[in-house]
């Protein structure tokens, strides 16, 4: 716990957080600069997946013409995200095609061909009296609008924003922290146009039902805090837009305090649950990236077609942030900044703590894109060889999570995936921390992700037999209610036959009602029917007989009379 002075001349409490690191933070490189448009490329690659969640179900097919702001792919489940044509062309083609992933791995893409002309196509309404809709409202236009988490999660926004009734969210965190080393493209954002982020602040507060807005900057971006707070004081004074509820509030720079549960306890001093979610105690956090796009999308009917990109590291010719249309492919970007110094030495999408190394830059930027680094060999030395862990424990000083990473590396390499989930595996947050000061060189967040693997195919192999469990027990419990119907039926028929022999005043056995009884009247009953047959088809036979022998001629016998000759 600290009090730091904040913009305003107040001094304000904050938290920290167990262990993270002091890195250089070599973000003077790319934010000299001023933000650059980048030019329309000759193509432009839009995968399907670019969010958390199902990919998207194009609704273009090969050969359309579309126009800047055509949705050409909608929602496909509860958990996706739309996506809209950057600029007008035509859908070159819809297949498979690599994606920006260490994997290598490809994935469904739309192709569009640029015809250059950039023509908007018909947007919908200005929401311009946003306080004054529901909350569904505005979050059916966030969806619309295909707009996810800017930081780098990618999480659908408006499915954040739909938050339990029953439980209030009191306040709202716009993240401005921006923490890895080599990215500034918030903290251009937050320089350039403050406005925005404003105005988008307001109306996620609207939405929420938020009671207060905490804009959290870290201190080595004092152009930014200047920026966002004189605009706050601005629209205070000036338009009284009821930003009284907006602070501005000035963090330590630490890495990672950018970490969403990282924040909230530097901010709140509250711990966010481990299987829970900062909207379970009353928090709602928001990248400054996502909460301009809302803005947009709000106040100016605009979808995300476009972000914000970092380019930097000795590799490259003019660092700099460039506003980058979606589906650019990052050879496209490099030309951008000038092209490629002798210096470079590794492609990075992202940053060096927490960025992945990719094997070339014919892969598109998506909407999780905020830097490539361009990294010399210094920059980004090549990994020692690992040596046995030591034990020592740096990891575990230094683990913002305040996990126990030297435990959870023996067990992912075990692969015993019960003592991974009793050590809260699927806390860590990838951030690198452990893998930095790892005197052995082990690369520790490597056999994370690998155990997180194994954990989700685990749950998506038990989802599966869960499934089919209640699958089985579903048809075990209709064929035993069609053998009770068949059985209720039975005894149905069974007590109606008794009770018709019981009326026709048959004998007391035939009366007894148990099942050979019953089985017995019954087989009499039958006998008596087929000896009916049989008589009525002898009477038959006989009457037949009968009437043939009445139609045939026929003499009476007469006595012989005597021989009158004689």
């Known amino acids: 716990m600290a009090y730091i002075s904040q913009p305003n001349g107040d001094v304000r409490r904050l938290w920290t957080f167990h262990g993270g690191l002091q890195l250089p933070d070599h973000k003077v490189i790319s934010n000299r600069q001023p933000i650059t448009q980048a030019t329309i490329p000759k193509q432009l690659i839009l995968p399907l997946q670019q969010h958390i969640g199902t990919p998207a179900q ?75 809709r529901s909350p569904s409202e505005l979050r059916d236009r966030i969806q619309w609008a295909g707009i996810v988490g800017l930081g780098g999660a990618t999480f659908p926004s408006n499915i954040k924003l739909s938050h339990d009734h029953n439980i209030p969210i009191e306040t709202l965190i716009i993240n401005g922290v921006e923490c890895e080393p080599y990215i500034t493209c918030d903290d251009m954002l937050m320089r350039s146009q403050p406005e925005r982020i404003i105005e988008g602040a307001k109306i996620l507060m609207h939405i929420l039902g938020a009671k207060r807005c905490l804009i959290a900057i870290e201190d080595n971006k004092p152009e930014a805090i200047a920026a966002i707070y004189s605009t706050v004081k ?15 509030v000035r963090i330590p720079t630490l890495y990672p305090s950018g970490g969403e549960r990282q924040l909230i306890k530097i901010l709140t001093g509250k711990e966010v ?62 030309s951008e ?24 830059d014919a892969v598109p930027i998506n909407k999780a894109t905020n830097c490539l680094l361009v990294a010399s060999i210094k920059e980004a030395p090549e990994p020692l060889h690992p040596q046995p862990c030591i034990r020592c424990g740096a990891c575990t000083t230094v683990c913002p999570a305040n996990l126990l990473p030297q435990q959870l590396y023996w067990y992912s390499r075990a692969r015993n995936l019960e003592q991974l989930k009793a050590y809260h595996l699927c806390a860590c947050i990838e951030c690198g921390c452990c893998s930095h000061v790892c005197p052995a060189h082990i690369p520790l967040v490597q056999f994370y992700r690998a155990g997180k693997a194994l954990i989700r195919d685990q749950n998506a192999e ?86 043939n022998k009445s139609d045939k001629p026929y003499a009476l016998d007469k006595p012989d009379e005597p021989n009158r000759s004689n």
């Open 58 to 132: 194009p609704l273009v097919k090969i050969g359309d013409l579309v126009l800047k702001g055509h949705q050409i792919a909608a929602c496909k489940g509860a958990i996706s995200a739309a996506i809209h044509a950057p600029t007008s062309g035509r859908i070159a083609a819809i297949s498979e095609h690599l994606l920006p992933h260490p994997s290598g791995l490809k994935g469904l893409c739309i192709k569009l061909v640029p015809d250059g002309h950039d023509t908007w196509t018909q947007l919908p309404e200005p929401i311009l009296d946003y306080p004054m």
């Open 234 to 248: 601005e629209l205070d004074i000036q338009d009284r837009q009821n930003t009284s509820d907006i602070e501005v």
């Open 337 to 360: 900044a000038h092209g490629y110094t002798p210096k470079a030495q590794r492609l990075i999408l992202g940053g060096p703590m927490m960025g992945t190394a990719l094997a070339t």
């Open 462 to 547: 038990q989802s599966k037999a869960a499934k089919t469990r209640k699958r089985y027990e579903a048809h075990t419990e209709r064929s035993k209610q069609r053998a009770e119907q068949r059985k209720a039926k039975l005894l149905q028929r069974q007590t109606a036959l008794a009770q018709e022999l019981k009326t026709a005043g048959t004998n007391a056995a035939t009366n007894d009602n148990s099942p050979k009884a019953v089985i017995a009247a019954a087989m009499q009953r039958v006998a008596a029917q087929k000896q009916q047959k049989l008589t009525n088809q002898a009477l038959q036979t006989a009457t037949i007989d009968k009437s």
């Open 273 to 334: 649950p481990t299987q829970g979610l900062p909207a379970h105690i009353g928090i709602v956090c928001h990248n400054v990236g996502t909460t301009a796009a809302i803005a947009d999308a709000i106040l100016c009917g605009r979808p995300l077609i476009s972000r914000l990109v970092t380019v930097t590291g000795e590799g490259v010719k003019k660092p700099g942030n460039l506003e980058v249309l979606i589906g650019t492919l990052i050879a496209d970007v490099i």
